[in-house]
Nanobody, 124 residues
Framework: VQLQASGGGLVQAGGSLRLSCAAS????????IAWFRQAPGKEREFVAA???????YYADSVKGRFTISGDNAKNTVFLLMNSLRPEDTAVYYC???????????????????WGQGTQVTVSS
């Protein structure tokens, strides 16, 4: 299983970025795919998840600004981030798990597979 995260970069506050998580060895429509982020000196935190290709869940801090979606033909999950804020600055990771239960969707420890991170920096 490989997850390839990309799309990070430097953007001004109020701007947008779209992150991609390209999967191989798994089918994204059958997995729970999530995005987490980790800022320097902080713990990894949940951002958004797409539960087994259907329902979506968001952290309160990003609700209304971020959207998680998937392209089954490309076997890729996206995270569209609008109205970015300096506090969104972090390394963003995608994660996948085929058997995770709904109550664990926000728990990093519940995910078996992780991609490398992609840096998102939001300047004020």
């Amino acid at each position: 299983v490989q997850l390839q995260a990309s799309g990070g970069g430097l953007v001004q506050a109020g701007g947008s970025l779209r992150l991609s998580c390209a999967a191989s060895g798994v089918t994204v429509s059958r997995q729970t795919i999530a995005w987490f982020r980790q800022a320097p000196g902080k713990e990894r935190e949940f951002v958004a998840a797409r539960f087994r290709g259907t329902n979506t869940y968001y952290a309160d801090s990003v609700k209304g600004r971020f959207t998680i979606s998937g392209d089954n033909a490309k076997n890729t999950v996206f995270l569209l981030m609008n109205s970015l804020r300096p506090e969104d600055t972090a390394v963003y990771y995608c994660a996948a798990d085929p058997s995770l239960i709904l109550s664990s969707v926000r728990a990093a420890r519940a995910y078996d597979h992780w991609g490398q991170g992609t840096q998102v920096t939001v300047s004020s």
